[in-house]
């Protein structure tokens, strides 16, 4: 679709990275706390609802004695959130995790589709019960996404839950949403796209065309580190070979661009700037593992974002103190990472990636801004913790752990409380850049582009200008994927983001057309279903 001014889409992209003046509007957000009906009750995390199971015994001690996790058992599936109550049978339930498989406390799956050919329950096919046994604490995860989401990341949801398998009380579950092409659909609009789930050792290196060598990398033929979850039948890694196989250039002049063409970089450069004041080392980062590329048609690019983040805010397994690791020497050193090391290489990307690591810190992390909710988590959770005899089962945690755990170290793994890990990680983030966020050397270019976020939005988004003067008029036009103009604004420049809501538009990938005297630029965003 052409609009206004030809404009090269390479260097369009190439120039939202390229200056950093007005970088920490990029992480304010705009955010409305959700009305939950019926449909949203799953992910409400305002409270604390029922999941109840109901399976033969003999498959329910088959599953467990054997560490069943490659097939569902039958069963019936109850939902109880105060008045609402919900029965579907022949729901399938299995055990999921790979460490966490010889836990105690048992984290499940279950499936609504899998006996039952396309059902879903309020909109998905899955559920991931996680049990937190290693986290004295229980919120983790729950607290890394919601910082991710304020973030302006796709959206993750997770909620509480309790859980009973026949009459027994399992205790107190987070309910973390599935990544398929129903969140692919809502997060970026398409769901057609392959989507790779990438595990240890899944490093990104650059070994040759073949699209079998990648893979057989675990040497296992029911494993892969790069696991194809969507459009299997077909099984094609060509694009995602082309990616390591730029990746892994030399970095010069054109790197940039170049990559920038088949990689949303923003998504990488966020996504690790998140894990580094999060703590999250269990990362592609610093471990090569749980990572997300998905080959996202509606833009070409490949987009990047983290999964199955427990081991954060303190927690460590590998004798390190997160809360003080130099935050721009993250990865491990006597290791491969192109994904890190080229891109950082880049000064226009390492600069943007300061900037990310400032602002998630002055406006996420603060521990002014995050105690609170912090608070929330734990008030909200206490009786179902209290009740959760399985939760003591692998360290020992008493409630007095559990309430300890937000403030002070309680066992080797957990260190740090989660309060004083996130003051001495914004202490020490804000420490290490602060001279190299002084001191950034911004790249030049043409006065007047602008910059939108977040991307992808439920309800608006916030359209900055770097350079263009205050009180010019600026004309903004959304157009939907068809060429059809869905909404049109004006207003006048000034220092702050301007906000335009997008909460009426249907799902999908929009271009907004942006206009002065002096210039035009077209960006894309999707707005998304939740």
Known sequence: MQVGKQINPHSTIYSNFVSMKYLLYLLLFCFTAPVFGQSDALYDDHKVSEIRVVLPA????????????????????????????????????????????????????????????????????????????NDPTMIREKLFYDVWNQAGMPHRRVAFVKLYINGEYRGLYSNVEEIDKEWLEDAFGVDTGNLYKCTYPADLNYLGSNQDTYKAI???????????????????YSRLVQLMAM?????????????????????????????????????????????????????????FFTFDTDNTFGVDWLNKDWAKRDCLNWQK???ARPLATKLLAVPAFKNEFIHYLDSISRYITLPDSIFPRIDV????????????????????YSMGDFHDGFTQTIDGHTPYGIKPFLGLRYDSTMSQIADVLTNTDLVARSPGYFYTY?????????????????????????????????????????????????QSLPAGLYQVHLKTRELEQSLNFVKSGK
């Open 333 to 335: 050193s006597n290791e």
């Open 454 to 502: 977040p991307n992808p939005t439920a309800d608006c988004i916030f359209i900055q200008s770097a350079t263009t003067q205050p009180g010019q008029r600026i004309d903004c036009t959304v157009y939907d994927k068809e060429g059809r103009s869905v909404l049109h604004t004006q207003w006048n420049a000034g220092v702050e983001p301007q906000r335009v809501s997008v």
């Open 58 to 133: 003999d498959s329910l001690s088959y599953m467990i004695e054997n560490l069943v996790n490659d097939r569902y058992m039958s069963a019936s599936f109850v939902f109880v959130d105060g008045p609402l109550r919900d029965t579907l049978t022949e729901v399938g339930i299995r055990l999921r995790g790979n460490t966490s498989l010889n836990a105690q406390k048992k984290s499940f799956k279950i499936s609504f589709n899998e006996f039952v050919s396309g059902r879903k329950y309020q909109g998905v096919k899955k559920l991931n019960l996680r049990g937190s046994h």
């Open 247 to 303: 990746l892994n250039q030399p970095v010069n002049a054109a790197y940039a661009e170049q990559i920038s063409s088949i990689l949303n970089v923003q998504s990488v450069l966020k996504s690790f700037a998140l894990d580094v004041v999060s703590g999250n080392w269990d990362d592609y980062f610093y471990n090569k593992n749980n990572f997300y590329l998905y080959d996202n048609p509606a833009t070409g690019r490949f987009d």
């Open 218 to 236: 675990m040497n296992n033929p029911e494993t892969r580190a790069y696991d194809l979850t969507t459009n299997e039948t077909e099984d094609d």
């Open 377 to 396: 988590l734990h008030n909200l959770i206490t009786p179902a913790a209290f009740n959760d005899t399985y939760r003591t089962l692998d360290y020992g």
